[in-house]
C-alpha cells in the first residue's frame, strides 16, 4: 500500500462524516467497532471503563487543546471542508440534530423526535423546543427550512444528501423531508457534518458579509470568542445552554476551550509531556508507543478509543491520467510492498496490517477476502509484461509536508522501485490536502478514514453518484465507478434484515480486493492523551431521551461539554 502509516495521515473525515459518519455515524448494523485493539506493540491496556465514573465534575476553568492541521475553510456547516480537528473544534460551537447513542444508534438531540412512514421515503423531523441560537435566534421549523436547503444546495455536503428530494414545514417545529428511495438510517447522517446547525440569521449575515464566516454562531455549549487562522480558535461558556448536566445545571463544566494548532505528532507529544497543553490526540504508532509509557509511570492519563478503527492507505485515483487506472498495475503496487515490514519499521507494530476498509470485529470484516499478498517476483513479472506493451510504469505519489510521512512514503517508493515502478514523491501542505483529494489532483495519495459503526454511511465515499469528474468537487475521491459496489450499497440503504445487510458489506470487501481501488496500510484508532487533572474524556453525555452517548463514536474527539478540570 502505503498509505499513511500512522503518522498523520490526513484524517480526512473530510466534509463531513468525518464525525458522525465515520467514526460515529450511524446505527442499527452489528459494526461494532474493532477487534482486540491492534497489533503487536504491546504497551499498556486501553483503559477499562470511565476513570471519571462517580466524580463530582467541577465547573470553571479552562483547558488548551493541541489539533494536528486547519483546513482554513469557512466555520458555515454547508461549506467546511473538514478533517478530525476542524470537527473536534466546531463540536464546542454546534450541536448536531441527532447524537450516536451507547446502543450505537441514532438518538433525537437537537431534534425532540425523528419518525419514518412505513416505507422509510418520508422522514418527520420535530425540532426541540426551547433552544435558542448564540445570538437569540429560535430553534424551529424555520431553521430547519433553512438549514436543509443549505446543506441541499451544497457542492460539497449536498452530495451526501442528494436523495433528498423535498423538504416542506408541517408546523412551526416539524418539517417532513421526502427522499427518492426508501432510506432506513437517515438519521444517522445528521450526527455529522449535514447535522451541524447554524443560526439561520448569522447565515443571512455571512451571505451579505463572507468576512464573517470566521465567527460561527450555533446552538452548541460554548460561544465564538476568538478565531486565528492556523493558530488558535478560543471559545467560551454558554451560559444558556440548553442541555442539563447531571449536577442539575447547565452544561458545559469549563469557562473556555482553546484549540491550538500544532500539525506535528511529534510536537504535540512534546507539549502534552512539558505541560504547555492539556489534551491532544494522535494516531502515531511511536507516539503512541511513548504515551503509553508515561501513563504506566502515572504522569498522563491514555485512553485509546479502540472500538473505532480506521484503515490507512493509498488513495487512488483512477479517473487521473495514469498506469494506475490499469487493475493489473494496482495489484502489482500491492504486492510489491512489504507491508509488515513498513508496520514494524515505521508503525512501530502498534496496529494491525489491514486486507481491507472493514476491521475485525466489524460488518463485513473477512480474514480471506482475496486481497492480494506480499509476493515482490510476481509483482516484478507482471511489471514487465505491463512495461513490455506500454512502456514504464511512473506514477506520482502525493503525501504532506512532514518528514515523517516522507520517511513512510520513501519506504514504500523504494519496495516499488526494487519491482519496477519509478515513484515521484510530491510533498504537499497540510491546509491544503484535502482540497487537492475533493478536486482529484492527484494520482495516489497518504490517506486514512472509513470505519463508520454502520457501513451505509460509506456510500459517500464509495458510490459512483459520487465520482465527479476531475476538477469538481467530488466525495469519491478515487473517482471508482463500480456497479457491485452501488448495487450493495443500495442494499445497506433499504434493508432492514441484518443477514442482507451483512451478505452486502462482505460483497463490498471483496470487490475492493479484487478490483484493488485503494491499497490498504493499518487498522488503527485514535489515541487521547491528557494530564492527570483532565477529566471528563471518556464520560458520556445522557441524552435527552435518556441513553447515554457513545463515547468513542466520534472517532479521536472528545465531547467538550462533558470536560471538566480540578481546581487550581
Not at 477499562?48 to 458555515?76: I, K, M, Q
Not at 503512541?288 to 473505532?308: H, I, K, N, W
Not at 495516489?444 to 454511511?457: L, M, Q, V, Y
Not at 470487490?511 to 484493488?516: C, H, I, L
Amino acid at each position: 500500500m502505503s498509505a499513511r502509516n500512522p503518522h498523520r495521515w490526513l484524517r480526512v473525515l473530510a466534509a463531513l462524516l468525518a464525525l458522525g459518519l465515520v467514526a460515529g455515524a450511524c446505527g442499527g448494523s452489528d459494526d461494532t467497532g474493532g477487534g482486540d485493539g491492534g497489533g503487536d506493540g504491546g504497551g499498556a491496556a486501553p483503559t477499562e471503563g470511565d476513570p471519571d465514573e462517580g466524580t463530582e465534575p467541577v465547573r470553571g476553568g479552562s483547558l488548551v487543546y493541541a489539533r494536528e492541521a486547519e483546513t482554513s475553510s469557512p466555520w458555515t456547516p454547508a461549506q467546511m471542508i473538514c478533517d478530525t480537528s476542524c470537527h473536534q473544534a466546531i463540536r464546542g460551537i454546534y450541536d448536531t440534530l441527532t447524537l450516536v447513542g451507547e446502543d450505537q444508534v441514532a438518538h433525537p438531540f437537537l431534534l425532540e423526535s425523528f419518525e419514518a412512514n412505513a416505507t422509510f421515503d418520508e422522514w418527520t423531523f420535530t425540532a426541540r423546543e426551547g433552544i435558542t441560537f448564540h445570538d437569540g435566534t429560535p430553534f424551529d421549523a424555520d431553521a430547519l427550512l433553512d438549514h436543509f436547503e443549505r446543506m441541499r444546495n451544497s457542492t460539497l455536503v449536498g452530495n451526501a444528501i442528494q436523495a433528498v428530494n423535498n423538504v416542506e414545514k408541517i408546523d412551526d417545529m416539524s418539517v417532513l423531508i421526502s427522499v427518492d428511495t426508501p432510506w432506513v438510517n437517515f438519521p444517522v447522517y445528521f450526527a455529522a457534518q449535514p447535522g451541524y446547525v447554524a443560526s439561520p440569521t448569522w447565515l443571512a449575515a455571512v451571505d451579505a458579509d463572507p468576512t464573517l464566516a470566521t465567527e460561527p454562531v450555533g446552538t452548541g455549549p460554548f460561544v465564538f470568542a476568538e478565531y486565528n487562522p492556523g493558530d488558535n480558535f478560543r471559545m467560551t461558556r454558554n451560559e444558556d445552554y440548553w442541555l442539563e448536566a447531571p449536577d442539575g445545571q447547565p452544561y458545559p463544566y469549563l469557562d473556555e476551550l482553546e484549540f491550538l494548532v500544532q500539525e506535528e505528532d511529534a510536537t504535540r507529544t512534546r507539549a502534552i509531556q512539558s505541560g504547555e497543553i492539556d489534551i491532544t490526540h494522535t494516531d502515531r504508532g511511536p507516539d503512541v508507543e511513548e504515551l503509553r509509557g508515561l501513563a504506566e509511570s502515572g504522569s498522563l492519563q491514555v485512553f485509546e478509543m479502540t472500538d473505532r478503527q480506521s484503515v490507512t492507505y493509498t488513495l487512488i485515483n483512477v479517473a487521473a491520467d495514469s498506469p494506475l487506472q490499469d487493475v493489473e498495475v494496482r495489484r502489482a503496487v500491492a504486492m510489491a510492498i512489504d507491508q509488515e515490514f513498513r508496520n514494524a519499521s515505521r508503525s512501530a507494530g502498534v496496529y494491525e496490517v489491514a486486507n481491507g476498509p472493514f476491521a475485525p470485529g466489524t460488518m463485513g470484516y473477512l480474514e480471506d477476502n482475496g486481497w492480494p499478498e506480499y509476493d515482490p517476483d510476481a509483482a516484478a513479472a507482471m511489471v514487465e509484461e505491463y512495461e513490455a506493451d506500454n512502456g514504464p510504469i511512473v506514477f506520482s505519489y502525493r503525501t504532506t509536508a512532514d518528514p515523517d510521512n516522507a520517511l513512510t512514503v520513501e519506504l514504500i517508493a523504494q519496495n516499488l522501485r526494487d519491482v519496477g515502478i519509478e515513484v515521484e514523491i510530491d510533498q504537499t501542505e497540510q491546509g491544503a490536502f484535502i482540497q487537492e483529494a475533493v478536486l482529484g489532483n492527484f494520482e495516489a495519495f497518504t490517506w486514512r478514514n472509513h470505519g463508520a459503526i454502520d457501513p451505509e454511511t460509506e456510500r459517500v465515499w464509495w458510490h459512483s453518484e459520487n465520482a465527479d469528474p476531475l476538477g469538481s468537487i467530488a466525495l469519491n475521491f478515487g473517482r471508482f465507478q463500480d456497479d457491485v459496489i452501488d448495487e450493495n450499497l443500495q442494499i445497506l440503504r433499504e434493508s432492514q434484515d441484518e443477514a442482507e445487510r451483512t451478505t452486502a458489506t462482505e460483497a463490498i470487501n471483496r470487490r475492493f480486493a479484487e478490483q484493488v481501488y485503494d491499497i490498504w496500510g493499518d487498522w488503527i484508532y485514535w489515541v487521547m492523551a491528557y494530564q492527570n487533572d483532565v477529566h471528563g474524556v471518556q464520560t458520556p453525555i445522557t441524552l435527552p431521551d435518556g441513553t447515554p452517548s457513545y463515547v468513542q463514536a466520534n472517532g479521536g474527539h472528545v465531547n467538550p461539554m462533558a470536560l471538566w478540570v480540578d481546581p487550581s
